[in-house]
T-cell receptor, first 116, second 115 residues
Framework: AQTVTQSQPEMSVQEAETVTLSCTYD???????LFWYKQPPSRQMILVIR??????QNATENRFSVNFQKAAKSFSLKISDSQLGDAAMYFC?????????????FGTGTRLTIIP | GAVVSQHPSRVICKSGTSVKIECRSL??????MFWYRQFPKQSLMLMAT?????????EQGVEKDKFLINHASLTLSTLTVTSAHPEDSSFYIC???????????FGSGTRLTVV
C-alpha cells in the first residue's frame, strides 16, 4: 500500500523568507501523481501544485516550487517570499496514475506559521 | 475552474437523528466522488468512494450502514449519517474531479456536531 510521510508537524518562517516542507512516499508504482494541498483556517482544501512522476522537470507555480526526487521518493515544497496568507496546514498527497478516478493518499500534514 | 459545492456548512443535530450532507459538482460531471472525515489537527481520512449509479466502496473500518452514500446523478452525491452519536461529530469533506490527473476539487466541508 502507498504511504505518504510528512515528518515536520510544524514549521515557521519569517515573512518574505523561504521555507521548505518535506514529504516522502512509498510506492511500487512507476507512474503516479503527487500533489501539495493547502488548508487555511477556513478548512477549504486548495491545490497548490502537482507533479507527474514521469516528468523530470520540477513543477513551479509562482512562489511555489517542488523538488521531486523520484529515486529517493521525495517531494518537497518550497515557498519563496513567504506571505501571511501562506499560513495554513499543508498536505502532501499521492495518487496512482493508471486510469479512472483513483483516490488520494494524504500525509499527516505540516502546519506552517508565518512570522510577521 | 471546477467547483464542488457542499451543504450544509454546519449542522447540529440531536443524538439518534440522521443528517444528510450534499456534495454537488457545479460545472462538470463527476462519475466518482470521495468522502473524507477530518478530526481536529489531523489529516483527511478517506471514508468511501462514491460511484455514480453503483454502490459506494467503503474503506476498512467505516460502517456502511451508518454512513449511507448515494450517488444518483453525475453531479450529486450525498452522505447520510444515520442514528448520529456524539462520536460522529467531525468535519466531513467531499471531493471530485473533472480530470483527476490535475488533482481533485474539494467542497468547503461540513462541520457536524451531535448533541
Amino acid at each position: 500500500a502507498q504511504t505518504v510521510t510528512q515528518s515536520q508537524p510544524e514549521m515557521s518562517v519569517q515573512e518574505a523568507e523561504t521555507v521548505t516542507l518535506s514529504c516522502t512516499y512509498d510506492t511500487s508504482e512507476s507512474d503516479y501523481y503527487l500533489f501539495w494541498y493547502k488548508q487555511p483556517p477556513s478548512r477549504q482544501m486548495i491545490l497548490v501544485i502537482r507533479q507527474e512522476a514521469y516528468k523530470q522537470q520540477n513543477a513551479t507555480e509562482n512562489r511555489f516550487s517542488v523538488n521531486f526526487q523520484k529515486a529517493a521518493k521525495s517531494f518537497s515544497l518550497k515557498i519563496s517570499d513567504s506571505q501571511l496568507g501562506d499560513a495554513a496546514m499543508y498536505f502532501c498527497a499521492y495518487r496512482r496514475s493508471n486510469f479512472g478516478n483513483e483516490k488520494l493518499t494524504f500525509g499527516t500534514g505540516t502546519r506552517l506559521t508565518i512570522i510577521p | 475552474g471546477a467547483v464542488v459545492s457542499q451543504h450544509p456548512s454546519r449542522v447540529i443535530c440531536k443524538s439518534g437523528t440522521s443528517v444528510k450532507i450534499e456534495c454537488r459538482s457545479l460545472d462538470f460531471q463527476a462519475t466518482t466522488m470521495f468522502w473524507y472525515r477530518q478530526f481536529p489537527k489531523q489529516s483527511l481520512m478517506l471514508m468511501a468512494t462514491s460511484n455514480e449509479g453503483s454502490k459506494a466502496t467503503y474503506e476498512q473500518g467505516v460502517e456502511k450502514d451508518k454512513f449511507l452514500i448515494n450517488h444518483a446523478s453525475l453531479t450529486l452525491s450525498t452522505l447520510t449519517v444515520t442514528s448520529a452519536h456524539p462520536e460522529d461529530s467531525s468535519f466531513y469533506i467531499c471531493s471530485a474531479s473533472a480530470d483527476s490527473r490535475y488533482g481533485y476539487t474539494f467542497g468547503s466541508g461540513t462541520r457536524l456536531t451531535v448533541v
